[in-house]
């Protein structure tokens, strides 16, 4: 197990709720900014930053948001990949993802495959993670040419989430889409926390305080807060707070 991955078991053993902020460098970030909002959320509680979006972030984008953030707060950097291109080696570590419930074969391994050689020679820590996207109306839908699963059906969320741990992933990410309407029904979390060991990662549409606490209490194990940090990230510094004040 690497160092990432004991960082994160260690914190949910002592029985903790986590928060990863996503940062998308594709979005016009403010450099000089950023290492500011990054300390204020870091010193909120948020436990590692995601990196990554769904559509033209390159490789020097995602270096330079990466080295920000480790050497303003020295959390995790994680990259979150919405293909090879935001593959960084200044990143500590990568979602290795299979987005699920895509219909294109490229998602399902292709990019996977190609994205392994270099995740080798970056020397990025894997995170094995099953991906479900649950709604079709999101910019990460669309790319991923996903099949929406229909929200007041958590048991088929299960039923990805099982094949997921029978094929040895660690993590299931839920995930509403970036700027989403609706957050992940509390049903899914509660349903695929009590039938499996996976952790459960959640993410889209938690634009609360409430929220969030409901998701954590409902079975998630990470918060995701993306869009909201572009926004008003002190809205994003109260939710972190509801998560952590639980």
Known sequence: MGKVSNYLKEKLEKGEKLHF?????????????????????????TDAFLVGGS??????????VSSI??????????IFPGNINCLTPKADAVLFMVLMNSLEPYYL???????????????LEALPTGYLVLYG?????????????PPEKPEIGLAYALAAEMMGFK?????AGSGASRHVPEAFPSLIKRSTSLTV????????????????????????????????YEKAVSIIRGIKSR
Do not use: C, F
């Open 55 to 64: 559509l033209g972030v390159t490789p020097e984008e995602a270096g330079d």
């Open 201 to 232: 990662i959640v993410g889209g549409g938690v634009r609360s305080p409430e929220v969030a606490r409901s998701l954590a209490k409902a079975g998630a194990d990470i918060i995701v807060t993306g869009n909201i940090v572009e926004e008003d």
């Open 171 to 175: 993590y299931i990410y839920l995930e």
């Open 137 to 149: 109306e999101t910019a990460v839908a669309h790319v991923g040419r996903i099949q929406p699963i």
């Open 69 to 78: 953030l480790k050497k303003a707060t020295g959390l995790p950097v994680i």
């Open 21 to 45: 902020t996503l940062i998308d460098p594709a979005k016009k970030v403010d450099y000089s900014e950023l290492e500011k909002v990054a300390l204020r959320l870091h010193e909120a509680g």
């Open 109 to 123: 391994v292709q990019a996977q495959v190609q994205a392994a050689p270099l995740v080798r020679k970056y020397g």
